[in-house]
Nanobody, 123 residues
Framework: QVQLVESGGGLVQPGGSLRLSCATS????????IGWFRQAPGKEREGVSC????????YYSDSVKGRFTISRDNAKNTVYLQMNSLKPEDTAVYYC????????????????WGQGTQVTVSS
């Protein structure tokens, strides 16, 4: 099984920054593509960002492009999501997810999911 544990969420003012971490089981990043998703109350889960296991290529939704950055540290088995210029509409529970290298990034078809971490952007 792929183990995923998110951390780093919290309360931040508009315009502020947070860095989320997704700690994974050993070797996960060598074989699995990792995505970040979010879900606000009453809304569907939304794909935010994704990083490929094959070449490290990254993908972003239009709503976060230019503000968020995904990265990975294979030695630490961790994927990060750096979130800058946060807006109230970024408020959601953020999840990391893993699937094979062939999964379509930003889709909702990932097979393994973490427990989520709350991000609240408010003044």
């Amino acid at each position: 099984q792929v183990q995923l544990v998110e951390s780093g969420g919290g309360l931040v003012q508009p315009g502020g920054s947070l860095r989320l971490s997704c700690a994974t089981s050993k070797f996960t990043l060598d074989y699995y593509t990792i995505g970040w998703f979010r879900q606000a109350p009453g809304k569907e889960r939304e794909g935010v960002s994704c990083i490929s296991s094959r070449d490290g290529s990254t993908y972003y939704s239009d709503s976060v492009k230019g503000r968020f950055t995904i990265s990975r540290d294979n030695a630490k088995n961790t994927v990060y999501l750096q979130m800058n210029s946060l807006k109230p509409e970024d408020t959601a529970v953020y999840y990391c997810a893993a699937d094979s290298a062939t999964v379509k990034c930003l889709s909702r078809n990932f097979g393994s999911w973490g427990q989520g971490t709350q991000v609240t952007v408010s003044s």
